[in-house]
């Protein structure tokens, strides 16, 4: 087992945005020097709430391409999909033998969904351990978290220490951790909340062209105090600008005075991220068994450590070889 195993796991329920590049992509990519990273695309947890199968499918490779683009080099860093290593849901089910219903009914979403009354899918209230079983399959003791997901991470903790109490050491107990070159990128209409990759006004995609990352910075909620400084409670939007435009260029802004010009220089900034990004993405998605060939290579480097992890949990539990 190594100390600075870490996974990253990206939904394929909509498009990488700008949030996802600053927050979760460069601190993998910065890491992948040290650190042995692994990229996983969630697909199963896509499939917890009604979804168009093609759609998930097609993002699936999109998001792949993506992370390739953005700098992911699968020779340091496997990309895998998570439904190509079966190992994930034998685990998840070896897992839910250990788990407590009240454990993964009180998760925010499984609460938050089943509460409007309607049909709630199974998978909703079982994916935690799922997530759980993502994490201790390969063995990873850091899990680059948000506060939104300490939840999920402290289950994944739980489950670990009591399986290993029980049954013997099986499991490696994860850390949370949150990398020093992390951003949070907020929605540019509605700056007091995450940017996420489906709906709304104020969403950058990574794959957006110029004229929309345009529109939607010069869109983007300011506030009438009429200043350009960072202050998180009264002025969110121009906070978020400011804290986009350091994020991309490094820089702080450079006239005071002036929501115009920051909006400008910030969409300059962003630009000069996404373009690359976007260029080297036509070329990744003209040869999509290329891209498919990098997912099974990553498939194969990663499943002899996650059949020996499940092998270890079967017979900790009992179960014949």
Request: overall charge neutral; aromatic content about 2%; charged content about 25%.
């Amino acid at each position: 087992m190594t100390t600075t195993r870490r996974l990253t796991g990206f939904k394929p329920t909509g498009h990488l945005h700008l949030g996802n590049l600053l927050g979760a992509l460069r601190p993998l990519i910065a890491a992948q020097g040290h650190t042995e990273s692994i990229a996983m695309i969630a697909d199963l947890h896509a499939l917890t709430v009604d979804h168009d199968p093609a759609r998930v499918r097609a993002l699936t490779l999109e998001q792949a391409t993506v992370l390739l683009a953005a700098g992911v080099d699968p020779e340091r860093t496997p990309i895998i999909v998570q439904s190509q290593v079966p190992e994930h849901t034998e685990l998840h089910y070896l897992l839910e033998c250990v788990a407590g219903y009240g454990e993964a009914a009180r998760m925010i979403q499984f609460k938050e969904k089943s509460a409007g009354g309607g049909h709630v899918r199974l998978s909703l209230l079982t994916y935690p351990v799922l997530m759980a079983a993502d994490i201790l399959l390969h063995d990873i003791l850091q899990v680059p978290v948000g506060e939104d997901q300490n939840q999920h991470l402290e289950l994944a903790r739980t489950l670990a220490t009591r399986f290993n109490t029980r049954y013997g050491e099986t499991f490696t107990v994860p850390e949370g951790v949150r990398p020093e070159a992390a951003a949070r990128v907020m929605d540019l209409a509605e700056p007091t909340t995450k940017m996420g990759k489906s709906g709304g006004t104020g969403r950058i995609a990574l794959l957006d062209p110029p004229e929309v990352v345009r529109k939607v910075i010069a869109r983007a909620v300011t506030d009438e105090i009429g200043e350009v400084r960072r202050d998180q409670e009264k002025q969110p939007g121009v906070s978020n600008l400011i804290d986009i435009l350091a994020a991309c260029s490094g820089q702080a802004p450079s006239d005071p005075h002036s929501y115009g010009r920051l909006k400008r220089e910030t969409t300059d900034a962003v630009e000069a991220v996404l373009t690359p990004i976007r260029a080297r993405h036509a070329e990744l998605a003209a040869d999509p068994g290329h891209v498919r060939s990098i997912l099974a290579a990553g498939v194969a480097a990663v499943r002899p450590r996650a059949i020996a992890v499940v092998r270890r949990t079967r017979d900790a539990l009992g179960l014949l070889d």
